[in-house]
Nanobody
Framework: QVQLVESGGGVVQPGGSLRLSCEAV????????IAWFRQAPGKEREWISC?????STSYADSVKGRFTISSDKKTAYLQMNSLEPEDTTVYYC??????????????????????WGQGAQVTVAS
């Protein structure tokens, strides 16, 4: 059974850093496109980053230069630096087991990902 298990959320002050992890159970990640989304209450789930099987990465403008996505065979990571109060929300990792490549203009909708983590709350507040 395929599962994605997230960890690493928490509370941090503005300007601080957090690293989210997304551990894969029942599969290895190195052949698939992996993405991170976030969803604020009352809003649609928003794509923020993805990594292809060849290691190439893409970012939404809202996080570019502050967030870094990476992955090894079992775990995907989202390193979040220079956090702002506007980054406060729930973050989700997702896997597309039919595709190995993703980018800022494709594989950016929730409908293209069949497997999801349970979500990790990130709160940026002083």
């Amino acid at each position: 059974q395929v599962q994605l298990v997230e960890s690493g959320g928490g509370v941090v002050q503005p300007g601080g850093s957090l690293r989210l992890s997304c551990e894969a159970v029942g599969l290895t990640l190195d052949h698939y496109a992996i993405a991170w989304f976030r969803q604020a209450p009352g809003k649609e789930r928003e794509w923020i980053s993805c990594i292809s099987s060849d290691g190439s990465t893409s970012y939404a403008d809202s996080v570019k230069g502050r967030f870094t996505i990476s992955s090894d065979k079992k775990t995907a990571y989202l390193q979040m630096n220079s956090l702002e109060p506007e980054d406060t929300t729930v973050y989700y990792c997702a896997a597309n087991l039919m595709r190995s490549r993703c980018g800022s203009s494709y594989l950016t909708t929730i409908y293209e990902y069949a497997y999801w983590g349970q979500g990790a709350q990130v709160t940026v507040a002083s």
